[in-house]
């Protein structure tokens, strides 16, 4: 990895953001950076994800609090 750019942290919405546009928010991100992290957060026992479990090859995990976004994002930030 180029340590000269920037590395970005992406959180998704599962439940809220389309699985189609991945590619497209990848693409974008990249002109900014490395993305480094990616974590997913929904309820991936509802079948509204399922396109989200099938790109990121997610196991049954049940469901994820939104709260988990909020404690890694903090936890990220006090690693800097």
């Known amino acids: 990895m180029d340590d000269s750019k920037q590395k970005i942290a992406l959180f998704i919405d599962a439940d809220n953001a389309p699985a189609s546009k991945f590619e497209d928010v990848l ?12 974590k997913a957060y929904g309820n991936w026992k509802k079948t509204s994800i399922k396109a989200w479990e099938d790109l990121l090859h997610v196991g049954t995990k049940g469901q994820v609090l939104q709260s988990c976004i909020c404690v890694d994002r903090v936890c990220l930030w006090l690693d800097q």
């Not at 693409?27 to 990616?38: L, N, P, W």
Request: net charge positive.
């Open 27 to 38: 693409s974008e991100v990249a002109k900014y950076g490395v993305v480094t992290i990616r």
